[in-house]
Each structure stands twice: as structure tokens, then as C-alpha cells.
T-cell receptor
């Protein structure tokens, strides 16, 4: 398996622009998670899906952030409009059915908003 | 608020010695516990899972869990320079909560 695939690896955008991050989970994994990592705050859970349904979005910072999972093999995280404080590494992770397992992380997207 | 607490370090350990990493967690209903290793600029990598009280060994790594004390630890025997990384402790109930990580530096 190719693992969790994220794109793009790096994104530099101007403040106010829309940013879309993409994720393909491991086939057969029914949990998908979006995390954001910064030096100050560590790894923060933004939202997670189970069987394509959003279960907990309490970590989404504000209405500028939205996430979708239209099918079992694809998810997006969108920021509109972007702000400099959104600069971070965004990770997608997936885990198998059962709920008690560890996650496999993608390589992450390093977002810089200038 | 569910939390996982770790000492941020850095923890410096001579090559060949035992590195001991510790964390505590606040959620008593958590059933699964994990250690992840993260190299600078890379994504977290799962290295150990532990689900019941006691010790679990995998090669040079031993994870220890004490649910009564809400305490998880990771021992790395015969530490190597390649073990230098940030180690993230995590607990899972419905979702994984991560600590902020301990930076480990193995001194050659």
C-alpha cells in the first residue's frame, strides 16, 4: 500500500486566498483525521471522519475552515480566506476499523500564508 | 479537557545507554496508548502500541502502562544516534490525543 497520500507537499499563498489540501487514506481504513502541527501548540486535531461522516469537528478553529469526505478514498480541508496565523504543517491520518488502533500519517502539507 | 502531558526536553542520553521517556494522561476511559517518533521535518511514525497494564517489548523498545497512575513510559535500550527525534505520547478513546512531545538527543 502507498500509505496515506497528501497533496500538495508545500503551499505558499497570499493572505485572503483560498487553500485546499487533499488526502487519500489507506484503502480499507474507515477513520480519517486532519491535524495541524505548530511549534507552540503541537499536534491539534481539527476534525475526524468515520465511514465518510464527520464525527467531531470541535477542533476546527473557525468558520474559515471546512472539511469534506465525499467518498472513502478522498478528503479535502479548505481554508477560505487564509490568514498568516494559519501557517503550519497539516497532517492527514487514517486508521483501520475498530477504533482502538494507532494512526498512519501522511507526509503532511507545509502551508505558508504571507 | 483531555490532556496528555510530557516533558518537552531536550533529554540528552549517551550512546549505548537507556533513554527513559514518560507521560501522564488525564482521561481515565482511554483504552489505547501509543508512542510515535517524529524526525525533524517528517511526519509522526507509530513505534509502539500498548493496551493493558504492564510492559510490552519490541526490539530495543519497551512500553510500560500503569492505568491506576495514568502513566505511560517508553524505554529505549542501547540508544543510537538515529534515535534522536521527538517522541510523542498519545492516548485514544474515540480519537487520539497527543502530548507535545519530548525531544531526545543521543550523544555520540
Amino acid at each position: 500500500d502507498a500509505g496515506v497520500i497528501q497533496s500538495p507537499r508545500h503551499e505558499v499563498t497570499e493572505m485572503g486566498q483560498e487553500v485546499t489540501l487533499r488526502c487519500k487514506p489507506i484503502s480499507g481504513h474507515d477513520y480519517l483525521f486532519w491535524y495541524r502541527q505548530t511549534m507552540m501548540r503541537g499536534l491539534e486535531l481539527l476534525i475526524y471522519f468515520n465511514n465518510n461522516v464527520p464525527i467531531d469537528d470541535s477542533g476546527m478553529p473557525e468558520d474559515r475552515f471546512s472539511a469534506k469526505m465525499p467518498n472513502a478514498s478522498f478528503s479535502t480541508l479548505k481554508i477560505q480566506p487564509s490568514e498568516p496565523r494559519d501557517s503550519a504543517v497539516y497532517f492527514c491520518a487514517s486508521s483501520p476499523p475498530g477504533g482502538g488502533y494507532g494512526y498512519t500519517f501522511g507526509s503532511g502539507t507545509r502551508l505558508t500564508v504571507v | 479537557q483531555k490532556e496528555v502531558e510530557q516533558n518537552s526536553g531536550p533529554l540528552s542520553v549517551p550512546e549505548g545507554a537507556i533513554a527513559s521517556l514518560n507521560c501522564t494522561y488525564s482521561d481515565r476511559v482511554s483504552q489505547s496508548f501509543f508512542w510515535y517518533r517524529q524526525y525533524s521535518g517528517k511526519s509522526p511514525e507509530l513505534i509502539m502500541s500498548i493496551y493493558s497494564n504492564g510492559d510490552k517489548e519490541d526490539g530495543r523498545f519497551t512500553a510500560q502502562l500503569n492505568k491506576a497512575s495514568q502513566y505511560v513510559s517508553l524505554l529505549i535500550r542501547d540508544s543510537q544516534p538515529s534515535d534522536s527525534a521527538t517522541y510523542l505520547c498519545a492516548s485514544r478513546d474515540d480519537k487520539i490525543i497527543f502530548g507535545k512531545g519530548t525531544r531526545l538527543h543521543i550523544l555520540p
